[in-house]
T-cell receptor, first 114, second 111 residues
Framework: DAGITQSPRHKVTETGTPVTLRCHQT?????MYWYRQDPGHGLRLIHY???????DKGEVSDGYSVSRSKTEDFLLTLESATSSQTSVYFC?????????????FGPGTRLTVL | QKEVEQNSGPLSVPEGAIASLNCTYS??????FFWYRQYSGKSPELIMS??SNGDKEDGRFTAQLNKASQYVSLLIRDSQPSDSATYLC???????????WGAGTKLIIKP
């Protein structure tokens, strides 16, 4: 898994509650990404980071925010979870010796919003 | 809208045969192309990257790139049941480092 962990791995929460997912890497890669994966939609980019405190929106960023205070950690927050945010969330990293484009994925977090 | 298109499948191939997976992309300036394998319930795993026109071989896998026709393919020789998975094609977005993803092709290798 290229030294990438995600926590929690599974979470069930209720509509309206805040949720924070954590991605931690030990590879010192510059770029980090949050994706969601849903049947029929493939991988969709939520937010990404190109350095500490440097983040930007992806194609499905509404309802999500991110923070990156250290190279190794990238947090994804759902301020008020909705049922439409039930999904599998993957963190990815890139920017190592294999180049900026090659992305390596964490194990994923399965989130269910009731 | 930049797109990466893949046949969703499932593609069923007998064990020992060659599996051929195809992908087309819309962004003419893309320079980096990737194939990922994803087993059910697992995360995507990078198996091949290709940057130049032609073929690139790695064990039983061969990636083929044709920039003029804007397609990239993955051949799996001597297919094994363990190759059964969804294969995702990804292409970099223009001169950007972000990737555009296809929805994936489900491959089933029948013993």
């Amino acid at each position: 898994d290229a030294g990438i962990t995600q926590s929690p791995r599974h979470k069930v929460t209720e509509t309206g509650t805040p949720v924070t997912l954590r991605c931690h890497q030990t590879e010192n890669h510059r770029y980090m990404y949050w994706y969601r994966q849903d049947p029929g939609h493939g991988l969709r980019l939520i937010h990404y980071s190109y350095g500490v405190k440097d983040t930007d929106k992806g194609e499905v960023s509404d309802g999500y925010s991110v923070s990156r205070s250290k190279t190794e950690d990238f947090l994804l927050t759902l301020e008020s979870a909705t049922s439409s945010q039930t999904s599998v969330y993957f963190c990815a990293i890139s920017g190592g010796t294999s180049g900026v484009n090659e992305q390596f994925f964490g194990p994923g977090t399965r989130l269910t919003v009731l | 809208q930049k797109e990466v298109e893949q046949n969703s499948g499932p593609l069923s191939v007998p064990e020992g045969a060659i599996a051929s997976l195809n992908c087309t992309y819309s962004d003419r300036v893309s320079q980096s192309f990737f194939w990922y394998r994803q087993y059910s319930g697992k995360s995507p795993e990078l198996i091949m990257s290709i940057y130049s026109n032609g073929d690139k071989e790695d064990g039983r896998f061969t990636a083929q790139l044709n920039k003029a026709s804007q397609y990239v393919s993955l051949l799996i020789r001597d297919s094994q049941p363990s190759d059964s998975a969804t294969y995702l094609c990804a292409v970099n977005e223009g001169s950007n480092y972000q990737l555009i993803w296809g929805a994936g092709t489900k491959l089933i290798i029948k013993p």
